[in-house]
């Protein structure tokens, strides 16, 4: 097992770096970052020369790329701002590089983009461990009850509901859970779920009121990832109750709760394992149209503000610790699965 960790961990060493060539690629084709300076009178043309040398933007490309990986902290920039062909101003880098987690300045927020990201990001755990943990439970709990139910009209229920269910995109799941919680029920004198942000501007900020703005979102996250997560559970639990050692078990007398919940459940939540997996990534990064739809101010809410600012640093930052986040947790995907089943050997 240790050697195959070592061998995944070297793996995704230059898969890390061809993401990384990629999106320093996206921000330089993306423009200028300080062209948004020419529209204010009251940057000379002297300081936006500055600026230039101070991010390093009229560089070499490769050396902007070793710039913008590692640093450039002491490198000096000599400039002849008075173009009278002597360098009359030198700049020192003071950049630390995204290997020590300097993604640069946010245009939008005026702030480092690791704080930026550090505003953001924990309103998006919140939100997305509480929908995954919904998603687990219910899928598990769905799956279970189809499985020992199969052909019944139950099962044919559930089946049907989770093919209606999984065929919707996001956003028209969304806008049917605020037609019915908020509006319908408002219009019924029920109460009704609020549909924008994490608390009530006139609210006093508490538990109650979080949970309250919590649940359509959440919903909007997980019902999609119950109806397939539950198909995956269903199948698996069929094929595992049908198995050999299942029989067995019956046949010794063993109660039928311990045969499903204790010889059964484990095989059949495998397929859970590598459905986290691809999922944890994109809890980071956030669910970008959930988020947008409801005001939530988290990751995906922020990704859509900074494209339509044009703020290319933020969005560099949200690429990449999407994708190097995608390779991390492939990697403890498959530890896990290894270590579940024991089955699996890696050479």
Do not use: C
């Amino acid at each position: 097992m240790g050697k195959y960790i070592i061998q995944r961990a070297l793996q995704a060493i230059p898969l890390v770096l061809i993401v990384t060539v990629l999106v320093f690629s996206l921000m330089k084709i993306s423009g200028d970052p300080l062209a948004y300076l020419a529209q204010d009178p009251r940057v000379t043309e002297r300081d936006r020369l500055v600026l230039r040398a101070k991010y390093g933007l009229d560089d070499p490309l490769v050396l902007q790329f070793v710039h913008w990986v590692f640093g450039d902290e002491g490198y000096v920039r000599s400039l002849d701002t008075d173009q009278n062909g002597e360098p009359d101003t030198t700049v020192v880098g003071e950049r630390r590089g995204i290997i020590r987690g300097d993604f640069g300045d946010s245009i939008r927020f005026r702030k480092p983009v690791t704080d930026v990201i550090g505003q953001f990001l924990p309103n998006t755990l919140l939100l997305g461990t509480t929908a995954l943990t919904v998603t687990i439970i219910m899928a598990l709990v769905i799956g279970i009850f189809a499985a020992l139910r199969q052909y019944t009209l139950a099962d044919n229920i559930i089946t049907t509901g989770a093919f209606i269910t999984y065929s919707m995109p996001s956003f028209l799941l969304a806008l049917v859970l605020v037609q019915i919680f908020s509006i319908q029920f408002r219009r019924w004198g029920l109460p009704s779920l609020p549909v924008s942000g994490m608390y009530d501007p006139r609210g006093d900020n508490s538990v109650d009121e979080l949970i309250r703005h919590m649940i359509l979102p959440v919903l909007t996250l997980s019902l999609i990832n119950i109806a397939g997560w539950s198909r995956y559970i269903r199948s698996t639990m069929l094929e595992v109750i049908s198995s050999d050692y299942i029989r067995t078990a019956r046949s010794k007398g063993i109660s039928e709760r311990r045969v499903i919940f204790l010889h059964g459940l484990k095989n059949a939540s495998l397929p859970l394992v590598t459905l986290i997996g691809l999922n944890l990534p994109f809890i980071l990064s956030g669910a970008v149209i959930t988020e947008t739809i409801f005001s939530w101010p988290g990751m995906g809410y922020m990704y859509i503000n900074a494209l339509e600012q044009f703020d290319a640093q933020l969005v560099v930052a949200f690429v990449l610790m999407l994708a190097v986040a995608v390779v991390v947790f492939q990697l403890l995907t498959d530890v896990v699965y290894a270590w579940l089943d024991p089955r699996i050997r890696y050479d």
